[in-house]
């Protein structure tokens, strides 16, 4: 028996916005459990598992109120040289959120939505790179990465470039 129109549309529907804003708040609680980045000093780190592929942790600026980071695995891209998977973060310690501002996947982001991409377009990019890490960071917490597993790296050579992909 189906209910009746009214009662479905009783419960209030959460907006697009509304569900990237909580992604962001559930990617910052998860970052700062796992990794403590606004604790790092800027460098690069290493967080190796059993059985698991070495991630990558990039603490790239540390500011009074964000934290720039990418987290990576030692894979590179065949054709760039370029770290892939990776996701580049910022993390706002005042507003207790985490974004990713843009991930490397080969293209660049005009490649992927042109020019002068529409909002709704803009938005349905940012929930796929946010939900992206949101799924990364659980895989990555269940196979046992953690504060404990993180250790300092020599830094990256100086002829890599931060390339803004999609």
Same mark, same amino acid.
């Given at each position: 028996m189906q209910a009746p129109a009214h009662d479905r549309n009783a419960l209030p529907r959460i907006s697009r916005f509304a569900w990237l804003m909580g992604l962001y708040g559930e990617n910052f609680h998860r970052l700062t459990r796992m990794f403590q980045p606004q604790s790092l000093p800027a460098g690069r780190y290493v967080s190796r598992v059993p059985g698991g592929l070495a991630l990558v942790v990039d603490v790239l600026e540390q500011h009074a109120y964000t934290v720039e980071l990418r %987290?990576?695995?030692?894979l590179q891209d065949a054709q760039t040289g370029q770290p892939d998977p990776s996701a580049y973060v910022r993390l706002y310690r005042d507003a207790r959120q985490a974004e990713v501002t843009h991930c490397y996947v080969g293209r660049h982001w005009q490649d992927v939505l042109g020019l002068r991409p529409s909002v709704q377009a803009m938005l349905s990019h940012? %929930?796929?790179?946010?939900?992206? %890490?949101?799924?990364?960071l659980?895989? %990555?917490d269940g196979?046992?990465?953690?504060?404990h597993t993180l250790s300092g790296l020599e830094p990256e050579p100086a002829g890599e470039k931060n390339v803004a992909c999609a």
């Open positions: %987290l990576s695995y030692q940012r %929930l796929r790179m946010n939900s992206f %890490l949101n799924k990364w659980d895989y %990555l196979q046992g990465h953690g504060p």
